[in-house]
């Protein structure tokens, strides 16, 4: 349960944990029997590395209230730091680098928060294009990032935790299932902490915040910290579990962009929220280009299927925006009383 | 080194920067126009831009003579600009800037898959008539093409201040920036005015669009000059036109001095990054930007 | 610390007796407050040594004077009401003395310690808690967040502890809580303690920020327009709430408002800006009575009730 969605009475909602406990039950125990390599390939390991990255940038944009235009430069952060630290530094086990990458992705979110310490609004958002740009050019340019291969591609060193070899799809998607869930069980005891407390309180207010005594400088660098800190981890789950090959180039500007619109289109402000955007994101191209296949055929060829999936995206934003502005969340909660509701009532 | 500075070269790079920046200024002034009217910050600007290069030159390589085609293309730049106000502007009014905001990178989205769709994705060469020949001023060698495009800013400029300044649309434009509030309650005709604006938007979209397409090629590329231009609204304010004039200049400037001085050491490609550096180590310095944009909320 | 013996439940009763404030209590149940002579030196008894004074504060914008040589001095337990006309520098001064601006001339004097700019990230440390002329609650947290959260400058657990459930984290959050639902009590709040406060009515919303000042148990409360734009009947209730709150917890209050038949029920003693220059400072019947007032402040009106009319929302 969120901030923003805690109105609901509490007498016709489950505990809460229940229906988390169930979906990982179904998660661990179901899909890797029944899933075909193409939902994990396709479908699911996306889905766990953007939903990821959603709850990252959900915590600084959503809970803190600082717009970020740049999660990708932190998600190639995380990605080529854990490939360098398991290049270079012998017998440090994949965990240990994965935690390593998520520390220096959040050094660099500090950096790079710095102007939200004088910044609000529009103009913190668009100097977070400078961490967008800088990094994806650094690990362009400087070929050490990518132990010198060409045009900065790395490829993912095998995945094995305690000598379970991890390299099937099953195997990378229990690997981006367990890192997913906690961290995501750890995001959702910050947010309903002290500090996730803070961080709405300056979203709401900023002067009122400062004045009751919140370290308002610590804190905004605390969720730039933390939320660098996921994001690169969910860049380590992409390039490493997911697409096993990644340059710097798939880092850009459009990956950016995509994470904001799984925070919108999901919900600002809900943990949840991020998987449920992640899902539309990652399913729906899927399904417009079936569709369009079926319904167009042959003039559905790739470039057109490119461009109306921008069309149907652009759209899918401003819709959500104007029609329901605490996204799918909301949109899932109220379907969930009314069934609740209407279950009661017979 | 310091004794054989090269002067002449030095101000040939200072010029050309300057020049450049009259580019960015020239996208900046888009988001000038339609921020200070509705706060809106227009990431859309870009996605205009290219739809109204790409408009006009698929008009123009269907044999449309040129200046029907600049008319035709300037017609549906008004259309989609009022378009877009009632349909995406006007039912989020009173939403958060930063919503509206999110809403016209949606927007962007939609017109840049919706230029490429209607018009295809290959790269169309733009030829505006203008030599690219350096022309010597003074001992300097300066693009004439460059000097054409800061004069066509200059006139788009002058153009809308005079706008702006002497009719009666104008004058309640600079009333609804002053305070939209009470241009309301004065009974002014705020959707009017949005649409002008907008409209006026557009204008500056395919000016923009044409001096850019002429130099870059009309290409999806083309879009991202927005992203040249924010670092100069950051710098000048998203508030002011002289800001987003000045601080094109600034950014245009700098920004090839470094390319040119500095950018070997960096192994080249800096311009990617280097605006928004500019930009924030300015505020930095100074919080308030170039013209004292407010900053501070009102308690 | 004198304060403490002050007013510690002094008079629990009146929380359920707002009527009598709302008409302004009589003379002699007040407690004594004489006005101050601020040219004179600071009294030598402990009590009567001032909790905040000003020393010619000057403040201007672009040209424009907001404050201009400005003294005040107020006393432990005392309430405090500052009123004038609109643009008359009532919020500047509230503004100044809680640092959101600086001063261009003068000294706060807060328990002892002078500053020129108050700083605002220490406020709550000083013992300092204000709400705003506009709401300033976070509204995506609810009641309880709301209050809790204005005990945040005490926090001491760090993150990770509170992550984890270890260390101070798990005592200080029950402590937080425990003591925000005592001040809701106290407030009459506790029914709507899960509401989320954006949800709430205006006039809840104005109590909800009380609040959150008073969790802290400050011994500095500044009010600013605490009763702008509600009913009389909420005005009379939210007087009451105000003045209870100061006997229960020894707090000093400088209020601003515009409703000056609210604020001479209320105050121990009032001063009286116009263009940014204080123009008196005396007790209610005195302000009252007071001809330079009448002239700047009341105007033509003759009656309390016509004065209150005037509830522009401009300000400096």
Known sequence: MTAMTSDVPPALVLPKWIAPVLLLAFAYGVVPLIGSSYLFEAILLPFLALGLAGVGLNILTGYAGQVSLGSAAFMAAGAFAAYNFNLRVEGLPLVGSIVLAGFVAAAIGIVFGLPSLRLRGFYLAVSTLAAQFFVQWALTKFSWFSNNSASGVIDAPRLSIAGFALDGAVGRYLFALTVVSILTFLAYRLVSSQTGRNFIAIRDNETAARIIGIPVLKTKLLAFAISSFIIGVAGVIWAFAYLRTVEPDGFDLDRSFQILFIVIIGGLASIRGAFFGAALIVVFPLALSRLGGFLLGDVFDSGVLDMSQRIVLGALIILFLILEPDGLVALWDRVRRRLLFARQST | MITDFDYQFFIEVLVGGLLSGVMYSLVAIGFVLIYKTSGVLNFAQGALLLFAALTFVSLVERGVPFALALVATFAIMVAIGIAIERTVLRPLTNKPPITLFMATLGLSYIIEGAAQLIWGTQVHGLDLGIEDVPLEVGGVLISQFDIFAAVAAAAMVLLLSLFFRYTRIGLSFRAVADDQFAALAVGLRLPLIWSTVWAAAGLVALVAGLLWGARLGVQFSLSLVVLKALPVLVLGGFDSILGAIVGGLLIGASEKLAEVYIGDYFGGGIESWFAYVVALVFLLIRPSGLFGQKLVERV | MPLASYALGVMEASVYAPEVFARGLPASLR?????????????????????????????????????????????????????????AGKSSLINVISGVYRADRGHVRLDGASYAQVPTQRLAHLGVARTFQNLALFKGLSVLDNVASGLAYKVRSNFAGQLLGIGRSRGEQRDFLSRADQILEFLDLTAIRHR?????????????????????????????????????????????????????????????????????????????????????????????????????????????????????????
């Open chain 3, 31 to 87: 407690v004594e407050a004489q006005p101050e002579d601020r040219t004179t030196a600071v009294p030598a008894a402990d009590a009567a040594a001032p909790l905040l004074s000003l020393q010619g504060i000057g403040l201007s914008f672009g040209g424009v004077v907001a404050l201009a040589e400005i003294d005040l001095s107020v006393r432990p337990g005392e309430i405090r009401a500052i009123i004038g006309p609109n643009g």
């Open chain 3, 196 to 316: 989320l406060v954006g949800t709430l009515p205006y006039g809840l919303q104005k109590r909800v920020e009380l609040a959150r000042a008073l969790v802290a148990q400050p011994r500095l409360l500044l009010l600013d327009e605490p009763m702008a734009g509600m009913t009389a009947g909420e005005k009379s209730e939210m007087a009451a709430f105000v003045r209870a709150a100061r006997d229960r917890f020894a707090t000093t209050v400088v209020l601003i408002e515009h409703d000056v038949g609210v604020v001479m029920g209320l105050s121990d003693c009032i001063a009286v800006l116009d263009y940014g220059r204080k123009i008196a400072d005396a007790t209610p019947d005195e302000v009252r009575n007071d001809q330079r007032v009448i002239d700047a402040y009341l105007g033509v009106a003759s009656n309390d009730e016509a004065l209150s009319v005037n509830e522009g929302r401009a300000g400096i």
